[in-house]
C-alpha cells in the first residue's frame, strides 16, 4: 500500500463487521484459536467430513449487530462448535455445493498459503473419492487501519513542504500544489522584483515562464500529446510539476524560470538503466581556479557557459516508454484526459542526465578535440599542442572553461554548430563576478581569483541544545557546514568531519559544532585565494598529517593539503607560494595500532591524489 509516496507494509490477520464504538485489540496471527470461534462475524456450524449435519448461519446487518438466523442446507466442513443461542431460523431449498478439489503438491512440505503450518508438513492425503469433502483450516482475516508513525514522514528542515493554494488565472479552477523552501524563497522575491519594476513579465508571477517552458518542449519534440485512452492498461503513467525560480539573482537583470520535472523519484524500472552522470570534481574545479590567474596574465580569459534547457537537447532518445501527467497548475490548458508522452530525456527521468552528458562530452571531444583528464571525465584539455588552448569543465549545463582567443571563437562556432541552444558565455573580470557550483568567482584588480561561498552561509543557524529537535538540527546544520567547507573552507573541514561522527549528540557535541558554525557565520565571505604562478618552475606539493586514536570511538583522522607552486629554499628553510588544489580531512576506516601507521594512511591518500592532479598536468 503507499501512503504519501511511502510504501507501507500491512498484514491480513481478520476481517470483521466492525461496530463504531468498537475497540478490540488485533490479533497478531491470522488463524483463530478455537476459543475465539464464538466472535467469528460468520458463524458457520461444521461436522467430520462425511458426517452431515443441520445448522445455522448467522448474517449481521450493515448498520447494526443485530443478527437473523438463516437455516443452512448440509454442509461438510471440519471444526466449529453449533452456536447455543436457539433463534427462530428460516428454512432455505437444498443448495448442491461444488465440491473442493485441493491442489496436488509435487512433494511434501510445498507452499501453500491456505494451510497452516503443521499441515503443509504433512505429506498430501490421496484423493480417493472425489465427492469426499477435504478438512480445511478454520481461517479469519482482519484488515486493520493503516498506522502511521508521524516520524516516518518527517520533512527535513532543509526542504521544509509548504502547502499552498494558487488560483489560475484562467479561470476560477484551484489547484494544491507544494513549494520546497528554496521555491518559496524565489515566489517571494518575484514579486518583490516585480513590485519595484525590475521583473517585467506579463501575468502573474511565473505565469509567462511556464507557457515558454511547455511551449518551447512541445517545440522540440521532446514529448507528444496523447489521450489516456490510448495508452495500455496498466501502464505507469507518471506525476509532473514546475519548478519555479528566479535566475541571475547576483546580477542586474534577474529573470523568471521555470522548468518542466518529472516526479519519477520512485521509478522501480530505473534499477535497469544507468543512472550516475558524472560531474566536475571540486578538485578539478580547483585545478582550473589554479591555473587561472598565470593563464589571464598570458592574454587567456575565464568564461562560464549556460546551456539552455540541457537534458530535451540530448542526441538520443528514451529507450523506454514513460508517460507523464501535465502539472496540476497548467492541467486544465489541456483537453481531458492529456497525457504527455515524453519521448526525449526530460528532467527527473532517472537515465536523463547520462543522455546529455553523453552529448556533451562527445561534442568536446569530437567538435573540440579535448580529452578527458586521467581521474576526472568532466575536466577536459585540448590536446592539439599546436592548435588553440582551452581547459574545460562540465557541470551539467554550466560550463566553466579557459582559454587562448581562438578556442574561445571556436567554441562559440561548434556550439552553434551543433544547434545547442545555450546563453552568451560571461567572462569573469574585476566587474564581472561568476556563480559556478556553489561557489562564486571574485577577480581582483591584480588578476588574482578568489572563490568564496555563494549563499549557504546565511542559512546557517546555530543548535540549540535545549530544542527538542536539536539532534535534527544538529544534522541539518552539520551538513549547511560541511558543504562549504568542501566548496571553499578548508579550515572547517576537520570540525565538520568529526562532528558526523556523532549519530547521538549530546550537549558537548553541540556546543563544539556551535563553535565552528559560529565562525563560518562570521567569515561568509571566507574562500580560497588563488594567485598567479610561474608555471615552468611549478611542482605539486602534498602536506599530510594525521591524529593516531583521536576520534571519540578511538579511530584515527588523517587528511592531507595538495597544493600546485613555486619554492623558494634557503639554508636551513624554504618559502611556498601556491595555491591550494585539494583537500581532505576523514576518518581512517582501518584499524591502526601505532601512530606511524595513522601517518603512512594520511601518506598513502595524499600521494594518490597527488599523482592524480600529476598525471593530467603533464
Known sequence: MQVNNKIVNFRITFIKPYKTNEKEELLEGNILPDSLVSKRPFSVPYTTAGQPSTGQLYVPQTSHDAQMPVQMPDVQMPGAQMPTAQMPTVQMPEVQMPT?????????????PSLSRAQRLQPPVPRTNPQTPVPRSRLAVEIPAVR?????????????????????????????????????????????????GVITAPGLPFEESRRKEIDSLLGKGVFKLVSIKDIPRGTRIFDARLVDEVKGQETASPYEKSRLV???????????????????????????LSLAPSLVKLGMSVHLRDITQAYPQSTTKLTRLIYVYPPKVIRNQFPEGTVFWVVIPLYGIAEAGNHWYSTYEKHHRLKLGMDQSTYDPCLMVTKDQKGPFGIVGLQTDDTLFIGDSDFVEREDQELKAAGLLAKPAKQLTPETPLAFNGCKLIMGDDGSISAIPKDQGKRI?????????????????????????????????????????????????????????????????????YISLALPQAKIFVFVDGSFANNQDLSSQIGYVVTIGTETSYDDSFTWNGNIIGYSSTKCKRVTRAVLASELYSMVAGADAAISFSTTFA
Open 262 to 288: 518529472v516526479q519519477a523519484y520512485n521509478d522501480p524500472d530505473k534499477i535497469k538503466h544507468l543512472t550516475q552522470a558524472p560531474t566536475i570534481q571540486r578538485a578539478s574545479q580547483r585545478v582550473i
Open 461 to 529: 543557524d546555530l543548535v540549540d541544545p535545549k530544542s527538542t529537535t536539536a539532534k535534527q538540527a544538529y544534522l541539518e546544520q552539520r551538513a549547511r557546514g560541511a558543504y562549504i567547507a568542501t566548496v571553499c573552507q578548508p579550515e572547517a573541514a576537520f570540525d565538520l568531519s568529526s562532528a558526523a561522527q556523532h549519530q547521538d549528540p549530546g550537549k558537548e557535541e553541540i556546543k563544539a559544532l556551535n563553535k565552528r558554525l559560529q565562525w563560518q557565520l562570521e567569515n561568509q565571505e571566507r574562500g580560497l585565494r
Open 148 to 196: 502511521i508513525n508521524p516520524n516516518d514522514y518527517a520533512i527535513h528542515p532543509v526542504e521544509t513542504m509548504l502547502q499552498e493554494v494558487t488560483m489560475v488565472s484562467t479561470g476560477s479552477f484551484l489547484t494544491s500544489v507544494f513549494l520546497t523552501e528554496k521555491e518559496k524563497r524565489d515566489r517571494q522575491l518575484a514579486i518583490e522584483l516585480r513590485a519595484k
Open 100 to 112: 473442493f478439489v485441493p491442489p496436488t503438491f509435487s512433494e511434501p512440505g510445498s507452499r501453500n
